[in-house]
């Protein structure tokens, strides 16, 4: 199986904060990596895919980049909104996602 | 509008069996790899298990193959998952989810998930 190792596991910022969480695949993965937001008590939710693709309806401050092992998930500017967990999903095996990277406001 | 509703969880004892069910509507669900998505109590998410769009292509997480059984019934929009031999560890919410349609080929079932169930809590104790 392949492994998705995020980080930070959690992650306090202030609204306005441009805030990086980085996952990295334990193989070459190419550019298949997806990232999702969930929040308390709620289904997932699709933001980005193929690493840096944008879900229709999802606000452009949410961006991705990488390819290969390391990738890196930004909110440009974070709103009081994004307070959730954030998880990174590879799809090049069997999906597995990350462990989570918990979004708090300071 | 889009919509996956699971049912059919529950509480079950440690060896004993549970069927859960997603009724999907809004899309063409004939045309889409189906997925099961579990999330144990205060935990993060775990594929459990795919099924592409014309059932040939299958595929299970190693913590769940050969007890767990997944299907789908195109003409009914409906997928499910049959569990045997339930452990104490496959206590989770288990979402029903919907393949993005990265996944192109005639079996195959790795993607993305972009529309998600509520998800039905299933419980195993003694």
């Known amino acids: 199986d392949i492994q998705m190792t995020q980080s930070p596991s959690s992650l306090s910022a202030s609204v306005g904060d441009r805030v990086t969480i980085t996952c990295q695949a334990s193989?070459?993965?190419?550019?298949?990596l997806n990232w999702y937001q969930q929040k308390p008590g709620k289904a997932p939710k699709l933001l980005i895919y193929?690493?840096?693709y944008l879900e229709t309806g999802v606000p452009s401050r949410f961006s991705g980049s990488g390819s290969g092992t390391d990738f890196t998930f930004t909110i440009s500017s974070l709103q009081p909104e994004d307070i959730a967990t954030y998880y990174c999903?590879?799809?090049?095996?069997?999906?597995?996602f990350g462990q989570g990277t918990r979004l708090e406001i300071k | 509008e889009v919509q996956l509703v699971e049912s059919g969880g529950g509480l079950a004892q440690p060896g004993r069996s549970l069927r859960v069910s997603c009724a999907a509507s809004?899309?063409?669900?004939?045309?889409?790899?189906m997925h099961w998505v579990r999330q144990a109590p205060g935990k993060g998410l775990e594929w459990v298990s795919g099924i592409s769009w014309n059932s040939v292509g299958i595929g299970y997480a190693d913590s769940v193959k050969g007890r767990f059984t997944i299907s789908r019934d195109n003409a009914k929009n409906s997928l499910s998952l049959q569990m045997n031999s339930l452990r104490l560890e496959d206590t989770a919410l288990y979402y029903c989810a919907k393949g993005f349609g990265l996944c192109t080929a005639g079996g195959c079932y790795s993607d993305a998930f972009d529309i998600w169930g509520q998800g039905t809590m299933v419980t195993v104790s003694s």
């Open positions: 193989q070459d993965i190419r550019n298949y």
């Open positions: 193929d690493a840096s």
């Open positions: 999903q590879q799809y090049d095996d069997l999906p597995t």
């Open positions: 809004g899309f063409s669900f004939h045309n889409y790899a």
